[in-house]
């Protein structure tokens, strides 16, 4: 048993039954599985179609053990996933100080719950962390970049945070927008334009997408605050299938999650930004987009020779 207290895990799922429990069984397989709490958000039917996927992931959701305490939260309506997403992160933060954050789609390798646990414990009394995240770029060779390192701004496939932190999301786009351009920070926000960070605020504003994430990332990096990441991915994203809210189809974010003894976590004496793992991590931004674009050309082009 840890000497510290473990942060209560909260679970969103909605009409994917397989990705459910998928992602359930890995959490299970945690070692710390047995002393968590798990809090599962399951939202309600957007339309009729999805009737039924709700309903196969709410039965199944009723079977699920192995956790010191399993508490189901059904909601009578569709919420979607932003704003049920910020409201259940809201309560159990607000409650337990602390917070583990998953989505139905993300499989998390055994020692997930170590990692997120000890990292909260590390950094809870340091205000430049923002949060703790579990999932890293199918980036080859970080040559140079420590264990666990950081980045500023903050994550969201499978994250951790404080209360402190959560306190900083700003839930209105408009006002994230304004001072991103009134500082002239769009080209750091978007890794030095290799990554759309401040296109997909201006879709969230503009009502082309309701990504909590979008506002989460900017909300921290606006107010300079730092998330911790893994140098090797304790999470697995499995809802790139074209089934998800936000995620089409690519195998571009595929990685093998961590399955030996996880990585030496040292609290560092100067907190700060990895220099040399936000340059990766722009070259792999560029990369990603080279290769959609290379796609999109041959797509254009098959279809003219048809």
Not at 70 to 87: K, P, Q
Not at 262 to 282: G, T
Request: a neutral charge; one cysteine or more; charged letters at 25%.
């Amino acid at each position: 048993m840890k000497s510290h207290p473990l942060a209560p895990i909260v679970l969103f799922v909605y009409n994917r039954p397989w990705h459910t429990q998928q992602t359930i069984e890995a959490l299970q397989n945690n070692e710390l599985a047995s002393e968590s709490e798990l809090f599962i958000y399951a939202d309600g039917a957007k339309n009729n179609k999805a009737n039924e996927g709700v309903k196969k992931v709410r039965n199944y959701i009723k079977t699920v053990d192995g956790f010191s305490k399993v508490t189901i939260i059904e909601r009578e309506n569709n919420l979607g996933l932003a704003d049920s997403i910020i409201d259940g992160v809201t309560q159990t933060v607000n409650k337990y100080g602390r917070v583990i954050v998953l989505e139905d789609d993300l499989v998390t390798s055994s020692y997930f719950l170590r990692f997120m646990n000890d990292a909260l414990e590390v950094y809870k009394y340091n205000n430049e962390v923002a949060s703790i995240h579990g999932y890293l770029y199918p980036i080859d060779n970080m040559i140079g970049v420590p264990d666990t390192f950081f980045i500023k701004g903050a994550d969201c496939w499978g994250w951790a945070t404080w209360a402190r932190s959560w306190e900083l999301f700003e839930l209105n786009g408009q006002k994230l927008l304004d001072e991103l351009q009134y500082k002239k920070l769009q080209k750091e926000a978007d890794f030095n334009n290799s990554y759309g960070y401040s296109r997909m605020l201006k879709d969230q504003i503009n009502g082309k997408n309701n990504s909590w994430a979008i506002r989460w990332y900017m909300s921290c990096f606006l107010q300079n605050k730092l998330t911790l990441y893994p140098k090797r991915s304790y999470v697995q994203n499995i809802g790139n299938d074209d089934s998800g809210t936000h995620c089409s189809q690519t195998d571009q974010f595929f990685i093998d999650v961590l399955s030996h003894e996880p990585m030496q976590l040292n609290k560092v004496a100067v907190v700060s930004e990895d220099a040399n793992a936000r340059e990766y991590m722009e070259k792999y931004f560029r990369r990603v987009k080279q290769n959609l674009l290379t796609k999109i050309f041959k797509k254009i082009k098959q279809s003219v020779v048809r």
